[in-house]
């Protein structure tokens, strides 16, 4: 598997916007998440549950494009998911409030009859294949290297058209409440900006923003709700020239291996999964990141 | 009809197209329920409401 370190360096060429929004947030937690590849424990089980959310609608929307009806699509996507969580002969258990077996199956049925009549219509690319699932790598024009440039990489969920334009669009879940300033986050926002970029470069698509489809995911039920985030050309290009400017604040960090912590972002997002460990002397903190954490690291170069 | 929870305690190899139907048709009806709910929930309930008699509202004056 190719590193997204420069050989034998801790500095990072390719990059996502995973690992780009941790190093915004703070060199600490980029240097405990992505050089050291340190994960809580209890985040393996909202990784599955999501990784399996996106397969099933995934596979709903390539059905779809590819003309199978509704009901059929639904049939099919879960029989694919029961499939794919029988898992050593028994059922998958969740030790998750909401984020279980069924609930999975609930969600994923109730997205596709929330969504029955969407005017959002997948994308056929040019090759003929529907706009799904895209993982992407997209070569900057600089890099600290003559031979190897920074690259973006990620995953789109799928690009629609939209009364009359073309959009991006990602699905997130949450346990909180939806609230009507749910969407806010996202405008401006690291991941949204990066997908708007690539979408344009690498399909050569007029993208206007992305959509996102956040579902609450309770113990009882699965609420919906659709926002927008729009991106005009000057905020991609000035997001795109401060690219420049983290990878290199990346590679004088880890030229130094220094990472200081940004002490006033600690209590953000509900708080950083690594403040308990911060909090602590550093001497004790090891003890702490073995405890409570495993290495599972992460590479931005892996397709979904 | 088998119990929904009887279906994901089966190794869906077991499993007919028709289970498939039932799961789907489970989690449709819960939808429906709670769209229902949902709706019902979001009404802000009609205030009781009082005849006002004239006579009465004079008399304490």
């Known amino acids: ?304 | 009809m088998s119990d929904i929870q009887t279906l994901f305690n089966e190794d869906p190899l077991n499993l007919t197209r028709e289970n498939y139907v039932e799961i789907v048709n489970y989690y449709r009806h819960a939808r429906q329920q709670f769209v229902l709910g949902d709706k019902k929930a979001g009404k802000a309930p009609k205030a009781p409401t009082e005849k006002l008699n004239l006579d009465d509202i004079l008399s304490d004056l």
């Open chain 1, 1 to 304: 598997m190719t590193s997204p370190f420069l050989v034998g360096t801790q500095i990072q060429f390719a990059w996502d916007s995973t690992s780009l929004g941790w190093l915004k947030e703070c060199p600490r937690k980029y240097y405990y998440s992505m050089i050291e590849g340190w994960k809580p424990k209890a985040e393996a089980v909202n990784l599955i549950w999501g990784a399996w959310y996106h397969t099933g609608l995934e596979v709903y929307d390539r059905l779809r494009a590819q003309g199978k009806d509704h009901d059929e699509a639904l049939i099919q996507v879960v029989a694919k998911l029961m499939f794919m969580t029988w898992i050593d002969g028994k059922p998958w258990k969740s030790d998750h409030a909401s984020k279980t077996r069924e609930n999975l199956i609930r969600s994923v049925i109730w997205y596709c009859e929330h969504f029955k009549e969407d005017p959002a219509k997948t994308v056929i690319l040019a090759n003929g294949k529907p706009a799904v699932e895209l993982s992407f790598k997209m070569e900057l024009d600089f890099g600290l290297t003559l031979e190897q440039p920074f690259l973006l990489c990620g995953h789109i969920d799928r690009l629609v058209d939209y009364s009359g334009g073309v959009y991006g669009t990602d699905r997130k879940t949450t346990a909180s409440t939806i609230a009507s300033n749910y969407f806010d986050q996202f405008d401006p926002d690291n991941q949204m900006s990066l997908y708007t970029l690539v979408s344009k470069v690498i399909w050569n698509v007029p993208v206007k923003g992305i959509i996102i489809d956040a579902a609450q995911v309770a113990v009882g039920f699965t609420r919906f709700a659709r926002g927008f985030t729009y991106r005009t050309e000057g905020q991609i290009d000035e997001w795109k020239r401060g690219l420049s400017y983290w990878f290199m604040q990346a590679a004088e960090h880890a030229k130094k291996n220094d990472w200081p912590m940004n002490d006033k972002s600690c209590h953000k997002f509900g708080g950083c999964h690594f403040r308990k460990v911060c909090g602590r002397s550093p001497e004790v903190r090891e003890v702490f990141l073995r405890s409570d954490f495993v290495k599972n690291p992460w590479n931005p170069l892996v397709p979904r």
